[in-house]
């Protein structure tokens, strides 16, 4: 019976330790035997069938906030550490001062995972914190964000959901700011592109995350961080984002990257491997600058509008206004470039819809038409045009006046 509890006891005991060295290991980013240089190099390009072994993925243009290429882009999966673009934006919009700081506290300290290696009571401003999260991808640099922003972790959680909801995110829900394995916390490509899109829009975390290397100081000792991104310094136009990784989300990665002006962001999720993840990030980056190109949509949108008045705008009737005919003008275009395969422009089909009878008087910006942009058969814009200016009913004056120049002209022919 003592060999039996006996055992039973080390059966335990190793358990408890497999339990402690995973909850340590959940999401530590190991380094891989592999050269991105050589992946690089290697990667296929200029491809009509981009295939990746990741589960999830997307690209997506920030100038047209329009999806170039998915695969299963909608599906709600678990994101790992890329959860910290949100904090990281929480973050920006509650802080008054991140030169403030802050004391550790006993929660954030005791966090396992991935860590920028803080203690209970160090100081820290949260200018470094916000390094620690982004370039370390420090579960403790979270948790203490989250305490001093949000008073806890739960109510900072609340923020997050609050701002998901802002951007309209359906599928998106948080529950830790740090992005440890929960049922109740999961993303999808293309919300997490979104999330991604609204958080560069915020110049600080634009440039936390386009860092390779910094200092921070812990309780006056400095303290060099490098960024777990590694296509950041070794791919060109790269200047972002977030690396994750879980055991239920796998391998995660977040980039950014611009190109003359030809600016997307590519999310892959999970990815069996880190290398995988690299090859499938390359491979799609690759792809999209090697078969896409951005077309200026604004300028043939100008071109047709043009054309159009010239033919029509004299046609639109005004019944009893003291002006025969209007003057309109263009809402705003608010997509102005949109990314196309190279050599498929011939799919652009711009329409032009208007009204051809008004009654007056006539609403200065009043809408009297409509410029409808498609792609094939995907609508990808539509612009209003208005009536520029005021057109007024006409009076009894007008039309006594209208009558008396009538008499004129008709004794001008006659004389």
């Known amino acids: 019976m003592q060999k039996i509890i006996m055992k039973l006891k080390i059966f335990l005991l190793i358990f408890i330790l497999s339990f402690i060295n ?63 673009i949100m904090t990281a934006i929480v973050l920006m919009e509650n802080c008054k001062d991140l030169s403030t700081e802050i004391e550790v506290c006993k929660e954030a300290a005791g966090i396992g995972g991935s860590r920028l290696g803080l203690k209970t009571n160090d100081k820290i401003t949260m200018n470094d914190l916000l390094y620690g999260l982004m370039l370390r991808s420090g579960n403790d640099a ?27 995110l359906s599928h998106t829900h948080f529950t830790s700011p740090h992005g440890l394995d929960n049922p109740m916390h999961y993303t999808t490509a293309y919300e997490l592109a979104v ?16 860092t390779k290397n910094c200092t921070v100081m812990i309780n006056g000792y400095s ?26 989300a796998g391998r995660c990665l ?22 995988i993840r690299t090859k499938d990030s390359i491979k799609i980056i690759n792809y999209i600058y090697d078969n896409y190109e951005l077309v200026n949509i604004e300028e043939k949108i100008y071109e047709n509008y043009e054309k159009w008045k010239q033919i029509n705008e004299k046609r639109i009737v005004i019944n009893k206004g003291v002006r025969d005919n ?25 329409q032009i819809e208007n009204i051809d009878y008004l009654e007056a008087p006539v609403e200065k910006n009043l809408k009297v038409g409509e410029i409808n942009i498609y792609l094939g058969e995907k609508e990808i814009q539509n612009i209003s045009i208005h009536n ?11 039309y006594l006046k209208q009558f008396a120049e009538m008499i004129t002209e008709q004794k001008l022919l006659f004389d």
């Open 195 to 210: 999330i991604t899109d609204y958080a560069l829009n915020i110049e600080k975390i634009a440039d936390v995350v386009n």
């Open 142 to 168: 979270a948790i203490q964000i989250a305490v001093s922003v949000g008073g806890s972790v739960e109510e900072f959680a609340k923020m997050m959901n609050a701002k998901a909801k802002e951007l309209n």
């Open 326 to 350: 209007i003057e309109t003008i263009l809402g705003d275009i608010k997509i102005k470039f949109y990314p196309m395969k190279k050599g498929n422009i011939k799919d652009l089909n711009i």
């Open 223 to 248: 303290k060099t961080l490098t960024n777990t991104n590694e296509l950041l310094g070794y791919l060109e136009g790269v200047n972002g984002v977030k690396t994750g990784f879980t055991n239920g």
């Open 254 to 275: 977040v980039t950014s990257v611009n190109r003359n002006g030809f600016n997307i962001i590519v999310v892959v999720l999970g990815a069996n491997t880190k290398k």
């Open 22 to 84: 995973y909850s340590i290991s959940y999401n530590i980013e190991e380094d891989s035997d592999y050269s991105v240089e050589e992946i690089i190099q290697t990667v296929s390009t200029a491809t009509d069938n981009l295939e990746i072994s990741s589960g999830y993925a997307i690209a997506f243009d920030r100038g047209s906030k329009s999806v170039i290429w998915g695969k299963n882009e909608n599906k709600q999966v678990p994101m790992a550490s890329t959860t910290k």
């Open 388 to 398: 520029k200016c005021l057109i007024y009913k006409k009076s009894i004056y007008d």
